[in-house]
């Protein structure tokens, strides 16, 4: 009910449901979106739903719940992109593509379409890694750093997302 709460309060959300483990979200321009609550969608994967237990954990930590979750799923990918501030700017987000396409957003506790990530979400995606490429990719990123200490700083998919960039501008 506080969740529900909540989206009533942004302006462009007019109706929240829920039905047969789907969450239905409509918004100002008739348009209804659906997407399922990460507990639904794991309701099978005991290693997951031990993770999603850990509320505090999950709350605004977008880029150590992604981390963590993609060592028990299978065929994945790590997601680190720019999202707009609902007024100004922009914050990196971290999310992990399925191998069904879904995007597990443990951060909002939710899983939802590529669709949704684009037309609701408006992410930039910077950084996108397979699973089996990760290490390689982080050992890459800690090199080109130049400080061997760097995940004291930053953590794992926002590293690989930085690196990323700045490769780009090279």
């Given at each position: 009910?506080?969740?529900?709460?909540?989206?009533?309060?942004?302006?462009?959300?007019?109706?929240?449901?829920?039905?047969?483990?789907?969450?239905?979200?409509?918004?100002?321009?008739?348009?209804?979106?659906?997407?399922?609550?990460?507990?639904?969608?794991?309701?099978?994967?005991?290693?997951?739903?031990?993770?999603?237990?850990?509320?505090?954990f999950l709350v605004g930590n977008c880029h150590?719940?992604?981390?963590?979750?993609?060592?028990?799923?299978?065929?994945?990918?790590?997601?680190?992109?720019?999202?707009?501030?609902?007024?100004?700017?922009?914050?990196?987000?971290?999310?992990?593509?399925?191998?069904?396409?879904?995007?597990?957003?443990?951060?909002?506790?939710?899983?939802?379409?590529?669709?949704?990530?684009?037309?609701?979400?408006?992410?930039?995606?910077?950084?996108?890694?397979?699973?089996?490429?990760?290490?390689?990719?982080?050992?890459?990123?800690?090199?080109?750093?130049?400080?061997?200490?760097?995940?004291?700083?930053?953590?794992?998919?926002?590293?690989?997302?930085?690196?990323?960039?700045?490769?780009?501008?090279k």
């Amino acid at each position: 009910m506080i969740l529900k709460n909540l989206f009533y309060i942004l302006p462009f959300i007019d109706d929240i449901r829920y039905e047969n483990g789907l969450i239905f979200l409509k918004i100002n321009n008739g348009k209804e979106y659906s997407f399922y609550s990460t507990k639904d969608y794991f309701k099978n994967n005991s290693s997951v739903q031990y993770i999603l237990k850990d509320k505090d954990f999950l709350v605004g930590n977008c880029h150590n719940a992604s981390w963590k979750i993609i060592k028990h799923l299978g065929n994945v990918s790590l997601i680190t992109e720019l999202l707009p501030y609902y007024f100004e700017g922009t914050f990196y987000h971290s999310v992990v593509r399925d191998e069904n396409g879904m995007i597990i957003d443990l951060a909002n506790n939710a899983v939802y379409s590529e669709e949704i990530r684009k037309k609701l979400y408006h992410g930039r995606i910077i950084c996108e890694t397979k699973k089996g490429y990760l290490d390689e990719k982080l050992e890459k990123a800690i090199r080109n750093s130049f400080q061997e200490d760097i995940t004291d700083s930053f953590n794992e998919p926002l590293l690989l997302a930085l690196c990323k960039q700045a490769q780009k501008r090279k």
